[in-house]
């Protein structure tokens, strides 16, 4: 994370409203596809649930939340790139690294693309659990799908990989194992989102 120069006054501001946060309610569903062939469901929160909760108690302790939405090009690839801030009265602040993925091509599948991307961000930076822990899942092999959502490609992983190692290096090795163990795209892709996640926490 990245702080401002002081935070004699965000960082309690934080503290006071972190303790009154509570996980919100669960508002959207993900389908998960067992080796069997069966399926069930199980929510999860959506990024207004999240704004919901979050203004519950920022209102009270002087923060508010900027999200910052934009591409860049490295190496050549377009990406999309989410930054989360907590933002003080006093104008002391937290801000999220980067959180980047391949950029898709239409407007559209992009705007859906950055709300996925910012609710992962906010969530993280609230330290929320705005899901059913699906690690289970992964280590079963089953395949898990957020509904009207479309299913990664190998780029995007990739992407993610980079973003969290800073090069390709370790990716052929990383994706060839886990395919021989029979994980498929999305679960690589969520596997590196909780990394991404975790690594947010910790900086």
């Known amino acids: 994370m990245i702080f401002?120069?002081?935070?004699t006054e965000v960082a309690p501001a934080l503290a006071?409203?972190?303790?009154?946060?509570?996980?919100p309610k669960h508002n959207a569903s993900v389908t998960v596809k067992t080796k069997s062939g069966?399926?069930?469901?199980?929510?999860?929160?959506?990024?207004?649930?999240?704004?919901?909760?979050?203004k519950?108690?920022?209102?009270?302790?002087?923060?508010?939340?900027?999200?910052?939405?934009?591409?860049?090009?490295?190496?050549g690839k377009k990406l999309v790139s989410v930054e989360t801030m907590l933002l003080h009265s006093s104008g002391e602040y937290v801000k999220s690294l980067p959180l980047q993925f391949d950029a898709n091509a239409s407007m559209q599948d992009m705007g859906g693309q950055?709300?996925?991307?910012?609710?992962?961000?906010?969530?993280?930076?609230?330290?929320?659990?705005?899901?059913k822990d699906d690690d289970a899942n992964g280590a079963s092999g089953n395949e898990y799908?957020?509904?009207?959502q479309k299913g990664v490609s190998k780029a995007a992983v990739l992407a993610k990989w980079k973003t969290l190692a800073g090069s390709e290096e370790g990716f052929d090795d990383f994706y060839n194992k886990q395919k021989e163990q029979g994980y498929n795209e999305n679960q690589m892709d969520a596997f590196l989102t909780k990394k991404l996640q975790a690594k947010q926490k910790g900086a």
């Open 145 to 148: 799908q957020f509904n009207n």
């Open 16 to 23: 006071k409203a972190w303790a009154a946060l509570e996980n």
């Open 56 to 75: 519950r108690v920022f209102k009270e302790n002087g923060l508010t939340i900027i999200q910052n939405a934009y591409t860049v090009v490295l190496e």
């Open 4 to 7: 401002s120069e002081t935070n």
């Open 38 to 54: 069966s399926s069930y469901k199980f929510d999860y929160t959506d990024l207004g649930g999240i704004f919901d909760e979050a």
């Open 114 to 131: 950055i709300t996925y991307m910012k609710r992962y961000s906010l969530s993280a930076m609230l330290g929320l659990a705005t899901e």
